[in-house]
């Protein structure tokens, strides 16, 4: 099929990638001119496993492009996809203006001599915002004198990537969400999708088909706020039950366990730690909290989820004043800086929050993180001394706080780290590490919840 992705983020460039890979002919559109030359030539701007070998092969086949050209894309694609940025305004309400550029571009574009066109809100939008879409576009064709005559249907299909692994993820989804009331853009996203569906791309091919929920636009757009919101709540709960253990013994890790095993609760995003970060869960959160509060529902759990989430941050510093006592003077050095493994994004990264911490109480701050430590990034930490490899970090560090769980971390050589250290102290704010290994080559040992 004929497909045109509009942004190249990180939802839009995989969504792009991975459909001409299956061999739909997709062209991908973004304003940045440099951006779509990197793009042009293989090179992906952001880091994400596999993708740049996806990029290249769908290239060489003459399956994905990348252009400027909004009209052209607009002409080409018999499915076009919306993905451009979301971000959150100052007071958590959802910033749509680069959702309604995008929308009234393809109203200007849209002629009547245009073919049927399905309009796909991939990006992350507020509760409703199908049928306001649906009004840009039609607002942008009136203006550009291409009359009212309305032969196209927007769909909400939500994406579930997560980063780090967003490709994997594409081909091995868990369900295919996709919301509209025309039944015949529906069948035209399921043929889209249908290679996927029958899971000829999927690591396990043996498995059944990928369940696909048609449902109306407004459900669609709830599912993805209601998916995201739930995990972050289940981090959140996960961290409450930790702090509980901290107090009156017993550890999260084995908690965990226990209660995961329930296949009611089941094992995934029930791993204590600093809290979760990264560009979706925060944004997504308040955004639901924002509409909640428009529409007259003050939306208490997501409310605790997030405070409980801002609090276990603060918690990290205060271990570290328990153990240290006055930070003033004392250099903190941290395993890691990114939101999550396998990623350079360090949007809403809990170690930010730790460093401005840390540096507001006079500590100084060090950092090793195997991604940012050999770019050239930087953002964000002016007040942070990174280091290139773990033994410099620990050079002089009165504590570490392991704050990425990124693998290389478990088989680093702690013993001569602590050497190194002028106090080997370590918090470890994912419980990451082995806790009688850390105390046995010399680590004052401390986790969360354990
Ligand atoms: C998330 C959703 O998983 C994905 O479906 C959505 O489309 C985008 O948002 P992502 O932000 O890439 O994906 O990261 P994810 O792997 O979900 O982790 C989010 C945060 O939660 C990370 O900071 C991670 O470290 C933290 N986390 C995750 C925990 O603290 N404990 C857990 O048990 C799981």
């Given at each position: 099929m004929r497909v045109c992705v509009i942004g190249t983020g990180y939802v839009g460039l995989v969504t792009g990638v991975c459909l001409a890979h299956m061999g739909h002919d997709v062209v991908c559109i973004d304003n940045n001119q440099a951006k779509v030359e990197l793009m042009r030539s293989g090179q992906s701007p952001i880091h994400e496993p596999g993708l740049p070998e996806t990029m290249q092969s769908s290239i060489a086949a003459g399956k994905v492009s990348f252009s400027t050209d909004l009209a052209a894309g607009v002409e080409h694609g018999e499915i076009l996809f919306i993905a451009v940025g979301t971000p959150s305004l100052p007071d958590g309400s959802t910033d749509t203006r680069y959702i309604e550029a995008v929308a009234r571009g393809i109203g200007a574009s849209?002629?009547?001599?245009?073919?049927y066109k399905v309009i796909v809100n991939k990006s992350t939008v507020p509760i409703g915002s199908g049928d306001w879409v649906r009004m840009i576009i039609l607002d942008g064709m009136e203006a550009s004198g291409n009359?009212?005559?309305?032969?196209f249907d927007v769909v909400s299909n939500p994406e579930f990537l997560r980063e780090g692994s967003a490709v994997f993820d594409t081909f091995n989804p868990d369900r295919i969400v996709l919301g509209s009331a025309n039944p015949k853009a529906i069948a035209m996203m399921e043929q889209l999708y249908q290679g996927i569906i029958d899971r000829?791309?999927?690591?396990?091919?043996?498995?059944?088909t990928v369940p696909v929920v048609k449902t109306d636009l407004n459900s669609a757009e709830m599912i993805k706020y209601a998916a995201n919101a739930f995990l972050a709540v289940k981090i959140s709960f996960i961290n409450e039950v930790a702090n509980i253990c901290d107090r009156v013994g017993g550890n999260v890790k084995e908690v965990s366990r226990g209660i995961g095993l329930d296949s009611r609760i089941g094992?995934?995003?029930l791993q204590a730690g600093i809290g979760w970060g990264g560009s979706c869960f925060a944004k997504d959160v308040s955004s639901l909290i924002h509409t909640a509060g428009d529409y007259g529902y003050n939306a208490e759990i997501l409310q605790s989820c997030v405070h409980v989430n801002k609090q276990q941050r603060v918690l990290v510093v205060e271990k570290l004043q328990q153990v240290l006592?006055?930070?003033?003077g004392k250099t903190i050095g941290l395993l890691?800086?990114?939101?999550?493994?396998?990623?350079?994004d360090m949007r809403d990264a809990p170690a930010l929050t730790l460093i401005d911490q840390l540096d507001r109480l006079g500590a100084r701050v060090k950092a090793y993180d195997p991604i940012v430590s050999q770019s050239g990034i930087r953002d964000g930490l002016s007040n942070v001394m990174v280091e290139t490899d773990p033994e410099r970090l620990a050079d002089g560090c009165d504590a570490l706080v392991l704050v990425t769980d990124w693998a290389q971390f478990k088989d680093l050589d702690y013993a001569s780290m602590a050497g190194f250290m002028n106090n080997p102290v370590i918090i470890d704010a994912r419980n990451f590490l082995d806790p009688v290994a850390m105390t046995n080559v010399g680590f004052d040992y401390r986790g969360m919840g354990i």
């Open positions: 849209l002629t009547p001599q245009s073919g009359g009212k005559s309305a032969n000829k791309f999927a690591e396990d091919a043996s498995l059944p094992n995934k995003f006592k006055v930070l003033k890691g800086l990114t939101f999550k493994p396998d990623t350079d």
